[in-house]
């Protein structure tokens, strides 16, 4: 069980924080991953294992000084619960380019603003700690949750890959984003938290 002091909080918000995931959440993030709403929000086709969890768990903190991928688990302070994953991916140190992704894994907290006060904190530092300059991200056209809260931090869409996503028995466009950290800047200007 998570207990604030124990040190694994990286980035603390209003209402939730960015932490470090440990063995111990492999059982929730099972849950989440096996929720509908994860399901009919990501790519995942088969069932996960306690094992792939426990892998996945594992490769969310390597890395060293110079990681392509840096993952944390959303963590909801009210309730001190686990509810999703969050990170920065595909990390070009050159180009000072990387992706993110969320989830939140429990319908009662998706559009409450839980995901965009988490990544408002995460482009926070991908920005003024990692020094990126650009960061992209990808939403189903579908899902307006997702593409309301890239928007209200700061993502401008880019392009859309029509019928890129196969679900519920039809085909989808992927809407394509960047934030800038001028764009970024702009938004935290308007941000107002739920």
Known sequence: MYHENSNLIFLKGERVALRTLIEDDASTLLEIVHSDLARFNTLQLTPKT???????????????????????????LKEDRLIGTMGVGKIDWVSRTATTGSLIGYEELVGVGL???????????????????LIYSEAWAFNGRSNGS????GYQELFRLKGKVFKAGEYHDA???????ESFE?????????
């Open 50 to 76: 306690i094992d792939d969890e426990i892998a996945f768990i594992r490769s969310s903190r390597s890395g060293g000084k110079f990681p392509t991928n840096l993952v944390f688990g959303i963590h909801y």
């Open 115 to 133: 995901g965009s006060e988490a990544k408002m904190m995460l482009l926070d530092y991908a920005f003024n700690t990692l020094n990126l300059r």
């Open 150 to 153: 890239l928007k209200k931090c």
């Open 175 to 181: 809407v394509v984003y960047e934030c800038t950290r």
């Open 186 to 194: 702009e938004a935290r200007k308007n941000y107002v938290t739920k």
